[in-house]
């Protein structure tokens, strides 16, 4: 609780004077408004009935102030155009309020939210594997939301039951202390009950908010799989989880309100019973000659203005409850650790993509070793050809050579250096990665290309979609290269998507050329035209090849065989051919499919 206290106290940082003028402007407003009726109080008993109350210091002050009974009997309007004044300021104390406390939550709100996605883009590979996208997405959005509206509405609701509830107090106790007892004889049972109430309304909160967040998840699932769900008519199934998590999400949010009705009814009549009280004991005492009906008329109106208000006290600890649990949940995010960047990192001037692993042991969970003593060199500008059953461990050595992830044992160099050294973003630049199912951005054509690199000209993206065989396929467009891609890219087929992947990669004119099975989605020919291509650039950088095809495999100088996750063979296509061994039961398995002589997807 403290903790969160002072992170929010942090977090308010900037907007903390803004946040005070508020308050300010609040207290400001309030008093102006207990103002208004005192005037009416005045006038009541010191012109209008010349009650028991007319020799009151204050009544007589009031009305000398006002210029005299018989002025003010002979001009009512002053007293209420005095009123009006007195309620007109009052309100533009209030717009300030509203405005003041907007102004500083947006910042606030703008500034946590910036700070997660900042550190979501920062946060290691490891962190979203235990993630689910639905659930930050759910903190990123809706537990933002819940904060802002704590600071923007309940601080200052809050605020104000507080303020108006101890500014009329002095005054009511100076006018008729009975009957300032009367006033607040119910409001400690008022409070005690809003408490005991929000405290279980934040209990039955976290759980709707937690339901909302799978919900979330759900929808997000869905969505991103949509094609696996078409494919396997999973449509059905997947309504029925919807509707489960939809219902059970619905009955807990009911749960919330349901809880809220139960309050409105209860506080309302707490409320009332104040009210009742004090009209009754101020009729008693009027009675009894002891109140004047100006203090009774002061006294049932100041009761009216601070007790509604003040049951929303109940709801400070309750919405505080709320917030905190939100706050919780994204500090959770803003606290998990960054990726470590080195201090003072090397940098290499002219990288000539040598990569050595040397001893590299990896395991996502300590008990189940992905990759065990690797030790691999990729000598500048050799292309190598890493083959294995499905699971033996490729894409995680592209990982590692990303640093998305690193070894459990033994190290990576960069042209001798190893990349713990390097500046991730540096490592990155030089080693590009295509990926099997590459990520489009909701962009155009050229924009997705450019994040290859930003200020390439149109001639060189031209080139590079040249070499990677997709340039016809763009210009065939109506718009060419500014041809907006759909979300993930729909709009183009996999290989499509592929080729441009591979033209965004080259674009970034690494040193180190991964394609990690980046061909599978494209035929025999165009893959052959695209390696013929890659060749050609011969001398620009070290290629790795992860594939499955012999087609893919037979332009590799070498190839490293690997079976769960070490290295069983390594040689030239000749080598391995001749030598017993998976490569060679792969070879023969994949030329007897292929009579023709082409080859297929193993
Ligand atoms: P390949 O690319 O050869 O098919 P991978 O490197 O993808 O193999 O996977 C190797 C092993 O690591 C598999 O057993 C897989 O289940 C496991 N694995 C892959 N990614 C993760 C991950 N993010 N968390 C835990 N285990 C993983």
Redesign the pocket.
């Known amino acids: 609780m403290i903790s969160s206290i002072q992170a929010l106290w942090r977090l308010m940082a900037g907007s903390r004077a803004r946040y005070a003028a508020a308050i300010a402007s609040l207290a400001i407003a309030s008093s102006l408004l207990y103002i208004a009726p005192l005037v009416a109080q005045v006038v009541i008993d010191g012109v209008l009935t010349r009650g028991l109350a007319t020799s009151s210091g204050m009544v007589q002050w009031g009305v000398q102030t006002m210029g005299g009974r018989a002025f003010v009997a002979e001009h009512l309007w002053l007293p209420a155009v005095l009123i009006a004044a007195t309620t007109a300021v009052a309100g533009v104390f209030t717009y300030f309020r509203g405005r003041l406390a907007a102004g500083a939550t947006e910042a606030i709100t703008r500034r946590l939210r910036d700070r997660l996605y900042d550190h979501l883009q920062r946060l290691p590979?490891t962190y979203f594997?235990n993630a689910e996208t639905g659930d930050l997405v759910q903190r990123c959005t809706s537990d933002v939301e819940t904060l802002r509206m704590f600071l923007a509405e309940h601080i200052v609701e809050v605020g104000r039951a507080v303020i108006m509830f101890f500014v009329p107090l002095p005054l009511l106790w100076l006018i008729d202390p009975t009957m300032t007892l009367a006033g607040v004889a119910l409001v400690p049972i008022i409070i005690g009950f809003s408490s005991v109430f929000f405290l279980r309304v934040r209990r039955a909160f976290k759980r709707a908010d937690e339901a909302e967040a799978r919900l979330t998840t759900n929808v997000q699932e869905n969505l991103s799989g949509i094609r696996v769900v078409r494919a396997f008519a999973r449509q059905a199934y997947e309504c029925e989880r919807f509707a489960g998590r939809n219902q059970s999400h619905r009955e807990l949010d009911r749960r919330v309100y349901s809880l809220a009705a139960y309050f409105w009814a209860v506080s309302d009549f707490l409320c009332f019973s104040q009210v009742g009280l004090v009209t009754i004991v101020g009729l008693v005492r009027m009675a009894n000659g002891e109140l004047s009906v100006g203090a009774f008329f002061y006294f049932l109106t100041a009761v009216n203005m601070f007790i509604f208000p003040l049951r929303m006290l109940g709801r400070l600890v309750a919405d505080f409850g709320k917030a905190t649990v939100a706050f919780a949940r994204l500090r959770e995010i803003l606290d998990a650790p960054a990726e470590a960047q080195p201090e003072h990192p090397e940098v290499i001037v002219d990288s000539r993509g040598l990569i050595e692993l040397d001893g590299v042991s990896f395991a996502?969970?300590s008990d189940?070793p992905?990759l065990r003593d690797i030790s691999l060199t990729l000598k500048p500008r050799e292309t190598v050809a890493i083959v294995?059953?499905?699971?033996?461990?490729?894409?995680?050595?592209v990982?590692l050579l990303l640093r998305l992830y690193d070894p459990t044992e033994g190290s990576i160099r960069l042209d001798g250096v190893d990349i713990r050294a390097l500046d991730r973003k540096d490592l990155r630049q030089r080693l590009s990665v295509v990926m099997q199912e590459p990520f489009l951005f909701s962009k155009t054509l050229g924009e997705n290309l450019r994040l290859g690199r930003r200020g390439a000209t149109q001639a060189e993206l031209e080139q590079a979609a040249s070499t990677a065989c997709v340039h016809e396929a763009i210009v065939a467009f109506d718009e060419g290269y500014d041809t907006k891609v759909g979300e993930r890219g729909v709009t183009l087929s996999g290989g499509q998507r592929q080729r441009l992947a591979i033209a965004r990669a080259l674009l970034q004119r690494p040193s180190v050329l991964v394609l990690?099975d980046a061909l599978s989605a494209v035929d025999t020919e165009t893959e052959s035209m695209i390696l013929t291509a890659l060749a050609k650039r011969g001398g620009r950088h070290t290629t790795l090849i992860?594939a499955h095809r012999l087609s893919t495999i037979a332009v590799a100088d070498r190839v490293v065989v690997?079976d769960k996750?070490r290295i069983v063979q390594s040689g030239s296509v000749a080598e391995l051919r001749r030598q017993p061994g998976p490569f060679a039961r792969l070879w023969a398995l994949q030329q007897q499919d292929q009579p023709t002589g082409e080859t297929r997807d193993v």
Do not use: Q
Request: aromatic share 4%; with cysteine.
């Open positions: 590979c594997d996502y969970r189940a992905v294995g059953p499905s699971g033996s461990g490729k894409t995680t050595l990982s990690d992860i690997l996750g």
